[in-house]
């Protein structure tokens, strides 16, 4: 079999695309493979702000038309930049192990959060981090920031912000581990919905190659991703909203699911923390919990 796997062509989306190969390769070398570059509407517009451009899948429509069209036969994105809806024909394989799921805190100067002077400036375009972090310090200054993590840090020398906020997994996917100050964890800072996994995306039907990349699966983030996903389907939010959802399973067996919603401008928001024996169960009462459901 040719496997022609489809991905953006950012850094971080071609470490992604690559680990995928690379782990394919190893367990199927029966199978000759390739990347192919695809360029989204989202990589095209890097200019307008994201709020403007709004409309979900922004970054994975291109994409998936390929996997229709036939062109690629496997996708590989980040599952937390995924709409809910996923067009018909199309399906995710069973989740891979996830990579940390936690968000950072790197810092231009400073050792610790707490170390931060009065009103320091911090960078991020995502309101879910804006508001958290002014829970834990009131006095920061947030500005918008947007960009592949490379220009990221760039802004934050050239701006000469004090910090900014990103995802573990997209550092450590780069190689750029060591440029991270502080790990929150997940009760201080709850992640976005499917943090740190990869959304492996094939065409329905196609069972030969769903049977391979599903036999390299890992059944607790397929749970967890599960329902991380179903929470942020239920607050009927986007990427865009300040919703978070982490998910993790405790010895016990049961599954522990955090939640968050804001309101648009964060002067409220609605944080849980649920337990359940399904993915479903822990989902329904932590849109219950935030009110998103009665
Ligand atoms: N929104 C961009 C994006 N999409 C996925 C990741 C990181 C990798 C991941 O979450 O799997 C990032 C960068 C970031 O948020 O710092």
């Not at 796997?5 to 199978?31: C, D, F, M």
């Not at 024909?89 to 959060?113: N, Q, T």
């Not at 995802?167 to 929150?184: D, E, P, V």
Request: glycine share 10%.
């Amino acid at each position: 079999m040719n496997v022609i796997i489809g991905t953006r062509g950012s850094k971080l989306a071609l470490a992604q695309a690559e680990y995928v190969k690379n782990r394919l390769q190893k367990h199927y070398p029966q199978n000759s493979y390739e990347l192919k570059i695809i360029s989204t509407k989202g990589d095209r517009e890097q200019k307008k702000a994201l709020d403007q451009m709004g409309d979900k899948g922004l970054f994975v429509r291109e994409i998936e038309q390929e996997l229709l069209d036939g062109t690629i036969s496997l996708a590989v994105h980040s599952m937390k930049d995924m709409p809910a809806e996923q067009p018909s024909g199309l399906v995710f394989a069973h989740a891979w192990k996830r990579e940390d799921p936690r968000d950072v805190l790197i810092l231009r100067e400073a050792v610790s959060l707490e170390e931060l002077p009065q009103h320091a400036v911090i960078g991020t375009g995502s309101r879910r981090r804006a508001f958290q972090l002014l829970q834990l310090r009131k006095d920061l200054r947030i500005t918008g920031i947007r960009g592949n993590v490379d220009t990221r840090i760039k802004k934050m020398q050239e701006e000469q912000l004090d910090g900014i906020v990103l995802a573990a997994a997209g550092l450590h996917r780069l190689g750029r581990t060591s440029l991270i100050t502080q790990y929150f964890e997940p009760e201080q800072m709850i992640p976005a919905a499917a943090q740190g996994t990869l959304a492996l995306e094939l065409r329905e039907g196609d069972k030969e190659l769903s049977g391979q990349v599903n036999a390299l699966s890992d059944i607790v983030t397929e749970e967890i991703t599960c329902a991380e996903r179903l929470f942020l389907k239920g607050t009927g939010g986007d990427c865009h909203m300040p919703i978070g959802a982490y998910a993790c399973k405790l010895p016990d067996g049961r599954m522990q699911l955090l939640g968050m919603v804001g309101s648009a401008d964060g002067s409220s928001i609605k944080k849980c923390k649920v337990f359940g024996e399904t993915p479903q169960e822990a989902a329904q009462r932590a849109l219950r919990e935030t009110g998103c459901t009665r």
